[in-house]
């Protein structure tokens, strides 16, 4: 395999949590050797499990990893070419500099002469020559995080994994790491994999980014890629700023959204639901006349390079990085070229759940009776003085053999804090601005995600109960 060989190979793996919990589905990834890629995602969407399956720590579930086309899956972690580096950095605090690189060696029974020589270089890879017999306790945040490094380079991995490295150092210190973290890469030619939550730390250090949400991946593509043409709604505002609205097409090349018809370069078919993406730095603010769409000037603040000046246009909100200021209060046009202008199709977030027939033959759904009846559920139905049920054809059908979908709109259902008001309870895993309203993941205890739209801001993490109205659902009988 040459210098464009795949290093490792993630094939559709999965890890299940002894307790049912699902933190990575089917993920599939492809790294060429000496390629820097980064794992991006909010906490808890399964990055650093992915590293540790990688690094042999933990088992998948399911799938197969490979390492120059040879199955490693089930290696220990000590038999693979790869080193870790985590963000706690877990330096043995009664060994000096050097005994604290040289351990691992040590371990392996590596001569002295070839353990010292190893040290020296790795140091000076660090830029910490001469650091050999200070104490980690005279070390600063950052120096402490390279001597880190340098006890996983001292073993000469093909892969080096980083896991949130530089999450515990402060911002000047962070960017200072990150620019030395990109030159240490460059020169040693090995291959990195890289985990941060941080959007920005991803578009300047990595080759290739890996967006994840939810154990999933949703986007894999160069920084250019992911930033300037987003999948999806997560992806767009994960990454960046940006402004995300809900929209149809009205006709060839021209979308409405945001209260106004714009025209756009994306050539999506009439008559479809979309969602547009418009970066806050795209977007001109004009004299009201000359406008797409008018709107009025809720707040500007100034950060530094520009102004971010929040527009109200209706319903919507617009928010504008602008050189130049404006008066709140003041109306104002809006105009967005129309290669500024980026059109997904929209998602469906239909959301879908199973009801149980309780043994009174009534329909039951999280231990809640639906006010609903079979003979409502199954068109045409009947049943005789007997109780029998039978369909539209005359055939009996056996209810307890059938399963009912039922089927409700992020629309329509309501939350509330008071959760017991709720057919089912959970937390908000997720939350979207959509222009007008939030849109919600709910995490719910019986496992199932919901997704809710509601105009309120409510926060990650808060206990909702979803408010289903039974006549908002539609209900399909599965036979
Ligand atoms: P990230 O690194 O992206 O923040 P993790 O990979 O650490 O996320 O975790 C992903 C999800 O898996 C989280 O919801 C976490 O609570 C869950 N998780 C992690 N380790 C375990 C475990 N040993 N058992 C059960 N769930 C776990
Ligand atoms: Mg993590």
Known sequence: MGEAGNSIELKHITKQYEDGFTAVSDFNLEVKRGEFVTFLGPSGCGKTTTLRMIAGFDLPTEGEILLDGKSITNLPPNKRPINTVFQRYALFPHMNIYENIAFGLKQKKTPADVIAKKVKKVLTLVDLEGFEKRRVSTLSGGQQQRVAIARALVNEPEILLLDEPLGALDLKMRKEMQLELKAMHEKLGITFIYVTHDQEEALTMSDKIVVMSEGRMQQIGTPEDIYNEPVNAFVADFIGESNIFNGIMTGKLKARFCGGEFECVDDVEEGTHITAVVRPEDVLLTAPEEGIIQGVVSSVIFKGMHYEITVICGKNEMVVQSVKTAQI??????????????????????????????????????????????????????????????????????????????????????????????????YISNLIYKGDHYSYVIHSDLGQDFIVNDENLWNMGDQVGLIMPVDKMTFTLKR
């Open 329 to 426: 209060g003041s109306t104002v046009g809006i105009q967005v070229e129309p290669d500024n202008i980026h059109i997904m199709i929209a998602e469906d977030h239909t959301n879908i759940f199973y009801a149980e027939w309780n043994k009174n033959q009534k329909l039951e759904y999280n231990g809640t009776k639906l006010d609903t009846s079979v003979t409502k559920i199954i068109k045409g139905s009947r049943r005789d003085a007997d109780g029998t049920l039978y369909d539209e054809n005359g055939e009996v059908v056996d209810i307890d053999k059938t399963k009912v979908v039922i089927t409700i709109q992020p629309d329509d259902i309501e939350m509330t804090d008071n959760v017991e008001e709720g057919l089912v309870e959970g």
